[in-house]
């Protein structure tokens, strides 16, 4: 059969219903093998998500010490990354681009905590975890600044 272009040979440069359909069947079968093991570990992912947000407020209240030669009190709690704080201590250095945009809510939905002092360490920032409730243990652990590696 000749090509509408002169001197061109006709080439078909499709797929064929069977090529379509082998690709088909390989990415099912590679979907059955890696969705489940994605979807299995959602607790897992929650508590990864849970350490890398802890780990960025508290690298914002490093620098809000660093401008304000302290951490913000128990009372100005995390919202002083945000909005400039009243009350005391002041910070007469606040930056005022602040330190986080705004405060990130924990995998379940739930604020941060934070405390200072801390009862282990210079302050504590955490989530109760999955169950909401202080203490527990597995996935209803509690996550914190001091849990972290």
């Given amino acids: 059969m000749s090509s509408p272009f002169k001197g061109r040979p006709f080439t078909n440069r499709g797929f064929t219903l069977i ?8 990415l099912s079968v590679l979907a059955a093998l890696v969705v489940p093991r994605i979807m299995s570990r959602p607790g897992q992912a929650r508590v990864v998500r849970a350490g890398q947000d802890i780990r960025a407020i508290e690298a914002a209240l490093d620098l809000y010490r660093l401008d304000n030669f302290r951490y913000p009190s128990g009372e100005q709690g995390l ?41 282990h360490g210079k302050f504590d920032l955490y989530t109760l975890g999955a169950d909401g409730q202080e ?10 600044n001091w849990t972290l590696e």
Avoid: F
């Avoid at 090529?19 to 390989?26: A, L």
């Avoid at 009350?87 to 986080?100: I, Q």
């Avoid at 203490?135 to 914190?144: F, L, T």
């Fill in 19 to 26: 090529e379509v359909m082998i690709v088909v069947v390989i």
């Fill in 135 to 144: 203490g527990g243990d597995g996935e209803d652990a509690d996550i914190g």
């Fill in 79 to 119: 919202a002083a990354l945000v909005t400039k704080p009243t009350g005391t201590p002041a910070a007469n250095n606040w930056n005022e681009d602040g330190y986080l945009k705004k405060l990130p809510k924990d995998p379940w939905g739930s604020p941060y905590r934070y405390r200072q002092p801390g009862q």
